[in-house]
């Protein structure tokens, strides 16, 4: 038989190509690291890789010198998948990271304080934590880096929002997360747990993230509905993940008071929290770089105080009493409730105080002077001629507000309790929680932002999540704040001038339990869980979404599996 050797050289060539090819496209396959897509590598490199393997088998086949195996090319990766979404990402070709056994977290000399944050980061992805170290390939390394903030200049304050930005970089599969704050740091934790959480790993590249504004919660009322201790730290455990910083405990109204009080235990409902357990609620609240704001609502809504201290109550000149409203001409109606601010200062030690100051009903008559004869006197005697009851009212919020002043607290109140054109006004460094421009002589945003007054935005029209949809409420759904509210948006549907944006603190979805029954707290946690993730993206960062609606969804289902 005559052989034929440029056939068989042919074929073994033939035979490397093909090997060589198929090497390529099964890596080309595998996990890239790309966070959210998985898009496959660019078509151009990919081929001109193909044409230089094929030729190296030529060569060699031919007896020239063989050249190494290709490198794997990785594809340009995507910023990771979380919510709220990250501010800036720079993308990077390489694997990416991911939990494995062996990997750990670790801390940056002078980043003792990390410790928390490094545990509870360890514990989630199941890694190790080696305390202040130097990072090994496949660690999570957390660190301080105090300075100039990270994020991008985003509409608040600067100081305020820098504090809790961060810089989150994947290269050489390490991950290093570095802020000015632990606050920050946190941050960049609850984005590495989600981009895992969803994608599978953390893209290559960097992130830089920070939040647009430095106010950012959600609040519950826990006064008309009781709420155990366990429901509060689930909902606690949410927010961190979802980058919210503040609690607000609405605990007691005229349907129930709900935390222990030693100066008067005879007004505490029977389901209330112990004082152990508020306790704990605040230590895990602080873990998570959440601060819990309590609100003892008055000179209205103290129906659960008026119970068991009739004689407090508000009375018109026929003598009917007013629902929930103490006599605010009655000095022991403020000692009764300066003792509570005391007593609960103690225990809430955070830097945030609600006043409330809603909804005091004597200012709802259509005449509260001629409704309430004696406030009406007395006010006249305080202000002169031109007084009114409306300047009782608000000297009644200034007064409880000094209580608490030497504390160094910031204080806030419902924007209906700010009247207008009166001779007391309620004094200028109590933030204005704006909820509602519904009520009797509720003034519209721009007039508190014109006088230059911080507002915090709690939108009735979006962010109230009242029980039973009374009064024309409906149930905000996620998809109308995710594609509808900015921050801007107080009022309505319509946004103030961009020009007020620094004086816009920020916002907090609220739970309202007007119908109590309306709904059971499982039920109130599945129904609350996409309009309080699209809440914190708009606070987060108000620009229109890189992500539909439908993706955004679809988002929230995989990190909530």
Known sequence: MIRHPGRIRSAATTAAVLTTVLSLALGGCAENGSGDSGEPG??????????????????????????????????????????????????????????????????????????????????????????????????????LTPGAPTAPRPAAPPGAV??????????????????????????????????????????????????????????????????????????????????LNQLGLHFSDDQGFRIASTTHPEIVSPQHLTKAEVRRIIELAASLHITVIPEIDSPGHLGAVLAKHPALQLRDAAGRAVPGAVDIGDP????????????????????????????????????????????????RERYGPQGRVQDLAAAWVNDRADVLRPDGRTLKAWNDGYTRGGRESVAEDIEVEYWTGKEIGA???????????????????????????????????GRRIYEEWTPLVLRGTRPVPARHSALILGGRFAVWCDLSKAQTPERIARGIALPLRATAQKLWDPRTPARSWAEFRGLADRLGE
Request: proline share 8%; aromatic share 8%.
């Open 42 to 143: 660019i078509a151009g490199e990919s081929r001109e890789t193909d044409r230089t393997a094929v030729g190296a088998e030529d060569r060699s086949a031919t007896g020239a010198t063989p050249s190494p195996s290709p490198s794997r090319v990785y594809p340009l990766s995507r910023a990771p998948a979380t919510i709220p979404a990250v501010r800036s990402h720079e993308p990077a070709r390489g694997p990416g990271w991911r939990p494995a056994s062996g990997r750990a977290v670790v801390t940056a000399p002078g980043g003792a304080g990390l410790t928390d944050e490094a545990r509870l980061l360890a514990g989630e992805l199941g890694l190790a934590f080696r305390g202040t170290a130097a990072a090994r390939a496949g660690d999570v390394e957390l660190a």
């Open 162 to 243: 820098g504090s809790e930005s961060y810089t989150l970089t994947v290269s050489g599969d390490r991950v290093r997360i570095a802020a000015p704050t632990e606050a920050g740091v946190f941050y960049g934790t609850r984005t590495l747990k989600q981009a895992v959480r969803s994608g599978g790993s953390m893209p290559e590249g960097t992130v830089r993230d920070g939040p647009d504004r430095p106010q950012r919660g959600f609040m519950v009322d826990t006064a008309r509905k009781f709420f155990d201790a366990a429901w509060i730290e689930d909902r606690l455990r949410e927010m961190a993940d979802l980058k």
């Open 332 to 379: 022991a109606s403020g000692r009764l409730v300066d003792e509570l601010l005391r007593e609960y200062a103690d225990l809430f030690d955070g830097a945030y105080w609600h006043l409330g100051g809603d909804e005091y009903q004597a200012l709802t008559r259509r005449d509260p002077e001629a409704s309430f004869p004696e406030l009406a006197a007395l006010a």
């Open 443 to 477: 003034r519209p945003p721009a007039e508190y932002l014109a006088e230059g007054r911080p507002v915090v935005n709690l939108n009735d029209e979006y962010l109230y999540y009242v029980l039973g949809e009374p009064n024309d409420f409906v149930y905000p759904t």
